[in-house]
């Protein structure tokens, strides 16, 4: 870390270059708000010019105050560069204008307010982001995927990138992606979606990694309304330890399988040490099914990728009030188109372990586990499970249901009944959803 001095704006005024105050291998940068009685001046301008004089063998310091993102930036190819931010990066709400601008990251018409990557990088600082998300929550209206809505910052093309200590809070999107990289770590990450109004925070996923390798992304607290951390397709080498996830939907590896013409390999990948509270899911994983159709509605259909999943461990997760604590589901946005969808799903599953989970489930089920019927999953096991419904631990009785103990539903699990550990007592529905709202029947 470095050891910064505290230098007066005016001290610099004769290298001042904009407002980025450059010292040799150093720019210091000061908003455009100092200088304009408080106006929030765009500045990325300033932002580009100090990582074009200092992104190759430099330290870029965004100082403490808060910086006016009005644009879109990309800062790929740096080099041997250090970010520090100390104080707050605050997005536009000009919304048509990012609907228009915002840099396409090549998944699922996905796009970024910051296109960020390099070789031997850091961005470290204690400082935050902060993507006035409310603004997109509340136009958004609970329609999930939107073309041009920007993720907060994409990781890409980078090889020994080290996050550490930065707050998101009220990303517009997803808070964070990482494409096309290697050799990741990302610590010490606080993200915060929260609406104030009647519309939830559909997408703002803490992060989702893609077509990446050996990541490492420990001590995270997420809340949010979606993925608290995605493994989405080419993810290889992820070890996920000691995160908190409110709300949103947990640990997820997918969706994959979205693409016919794109095969999606996800491998050895660990996430230990986990606290899910109030949220939807707490461990799964989530294929698209075997045939292409467009089911979301909003036009990012999908489905007919084949490939792999192996190699996954969910080990030590606290699970407090969650709809599914655990779930395989091979047709994760078909359920309900029926016709078997779940049986077609051409990503084969398996080496998956769920280990020492504890903790309560929201209603009388704790794993929904359903492989497609062409592709039965072996290696799935159990080990100390132990889930009991919320109002099982209250001595209170489950509501609209005969089942009165805990639900572990499976299907074309392979050794389900037999050496799997999974204390299987329901047949797994083709058509079961990824977040229940009611007791099993
Ligand atoms: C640039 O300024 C900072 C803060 O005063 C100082 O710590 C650093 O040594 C300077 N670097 C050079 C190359 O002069
Ligand atoms: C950056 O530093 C490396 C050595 O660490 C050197 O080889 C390279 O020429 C430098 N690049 C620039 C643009 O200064
Ligand atoms: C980002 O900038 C790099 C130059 O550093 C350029 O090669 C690339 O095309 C730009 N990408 C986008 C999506 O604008
Ligand atoms: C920025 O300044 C505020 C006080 O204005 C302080 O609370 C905060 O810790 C500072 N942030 C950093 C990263 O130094
Ligand atoms: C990715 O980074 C490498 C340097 O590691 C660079 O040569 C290449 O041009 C970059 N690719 C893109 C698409 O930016
Ligand atoms: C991985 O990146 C870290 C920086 O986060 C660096 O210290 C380490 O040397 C890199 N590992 C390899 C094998 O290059
Ligand atoms: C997230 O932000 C909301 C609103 O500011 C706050 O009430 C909540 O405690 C925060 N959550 C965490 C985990 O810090
Ligand atoms: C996680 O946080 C603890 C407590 O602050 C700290 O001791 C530890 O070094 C952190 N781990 C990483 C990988 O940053
Ligand atoms: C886990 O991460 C949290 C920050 O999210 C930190 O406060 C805590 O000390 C970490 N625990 C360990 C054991 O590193
Ligand atoms: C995954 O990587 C393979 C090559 O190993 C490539 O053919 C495929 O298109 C990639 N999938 C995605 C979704 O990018
Ligand atoms: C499974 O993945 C872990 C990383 O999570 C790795 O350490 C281990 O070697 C992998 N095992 C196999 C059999 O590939
Ligand atoms: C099981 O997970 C809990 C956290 O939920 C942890 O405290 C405990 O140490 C873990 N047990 C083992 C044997 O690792």
């Keep these: 870390m470095l050891v910064h001095v505290l230098i007066s704006f005016a001290a610099f005024a004769a290298y001042v270059s904009g407002y980025v105050v450059n010292n040799g291998t150093e720019c210091y940068l000061y908003p455009e708000s100092l200088t304009h009685f408080g106006q929030p001046v765009d500045d990325t301008p300033s932002?580009?010019?100090?990582?074009?004089?200092?992104?190759?063998?430099?330290?870029?310091?965004?100082?403490?105050?808060?910086?006016?993102?009005n644009q879109v930036i990309n800062t790929t190819?740096?080099?041997?560069?250090?970010?520090?931010?100390?104080?707050?990066?605050l997005w536009s709400t000009n919304i048509?204008?990012?609907?228009?601008?915002?840099?396409?990251?090549?998944?699922?018409?996905?796009?970024?307010?910051?296109?960020?990557?390099?070789?031997?990088?850091?961005?470290?600082?204690?400082?935050?982001f902060n993507g006035n998300g409310q603004a997109w929550y509340t136009q958004n209206r609970n329609n999930s995927n939107e073309p041009g809505r920007p993720i907060s910052i994409t990781f890409f093309n980078s090889t020994n990138l080290y996050v550490d200590n930065i707050s998101i809070i009220q990303p517009q999107f997803w808070a964070t992606f990482v494409t096309y990289s290697a050799n990741v770590t990302m610590t010490n990450i606080y993200v915060n979606a929260t609406s104030n109004d009647e519309w939830g925070t559909a997408n703002t996923d803490g992060s989702d990694t893609w077509n990446s390798r050996d990541i490492y992304m420990a001590n995270w607290t997420v809340q949010n309304g979606d993925d608290c951390i995605a493994a989405k397709g080419n993810t290889t080498n992820l070890h996920v330890k000691n995160v908190t996830c409110h709300g949103g939907a947990g640990m997820t590896v997918g969706s994959v399988g979205q693409y016919p013409t794109m095969p999606d390999y996800d491998e050895d990948i660990l996430f230990e040490d986990v606290r899910v509270i109030n949220s939807f899911d707490g461990g799964y994983i989530k294929t698209w099914q075997g045939v292409y159709q467009s089911a979301t509605g909003n036009?990012?259909?999908?489905?007919?990728?084949?490939?792999?999943?192996?190699?996954?461990?969910?080990?030590?997760?606290?699970?407090?009030?969650?709809?599914?604590?655990?779930?395989?589901?091979?047709?994760?946005?078909?359920?309900?188109?029926?016709?078997?969808?779940c049986d077609t799903s051409k990503m084969n599953i398996s080496d998956v372990t769920f280990e020492n989970f504890t903790g309560t489930s929201r209603y009388n089920i704790a794993a929904s586990l359903h492989c497609a019927d062409v592709h039965h999953c072996p290696?799935?096991?159990?080990?100390?499970?132990?889930?009991?419904?919320?109002?099982?631990?209250?001595?209170?009785?489950?509501f609209n249901t005969t089942l009165q103990s805990e639900v572990f539903q499976c299907?074309?699990?392979?050794?389900?009944?037999?050496?799997?550990?999974?204390p299987c007592n329901h047949w797994a529905p083709d058509n079961y959803g990824q977040a229940p709202s009611t007791n099993v029947q």
Excluded at 55 to 67: L, Q
Excluded at 97 to 125: D, P
């Design 47 to 69: 932002v580009v010019q100090a990582f074009e004089l200092c992104g190759t063998n430099g330290t870029i310091i965004f100082t403490n105050h808060t910086f006016h993102m």
């Design 77 to 89: 190819n740096l080099v041997n560069c250090d970010v520090e931010i100390q104080g707050e990066l």
């Design 96 to 128: 048509p204008y990012w609907l228009s601008h915002s840099i396409n990251v090549g998944l699922q018409n996905q796009s970024t307010a910051w296109l960020f990557g390099g070789t031997n990088v850091s961005m470290t600082g204690g400082g935050s």
């Design 299 to 341: 036009g990012d259909g999908g489905g007919g990728g084949s490939g792999i999943i192996r190699n996954v461990t969910f080990r030590n997760f606290e699970v407090t009030n969650v709809a599914l604590p655990i779930q395989i589901s091979q047709c994760i946005y078909s359920e309900k188109l029926g016709a078997d969808t």
């Design 379 to 398: 290696g799935i096991y159990f080990k100390n499970v132990n889930i009991t419904s919320v109002n099982a631990t209250l001595g209170l009785p489950l």
């Design 411 to 422: 299907a074309n699990v392979v050794n389900q009944n037999t050496t799997s550990g999974i």
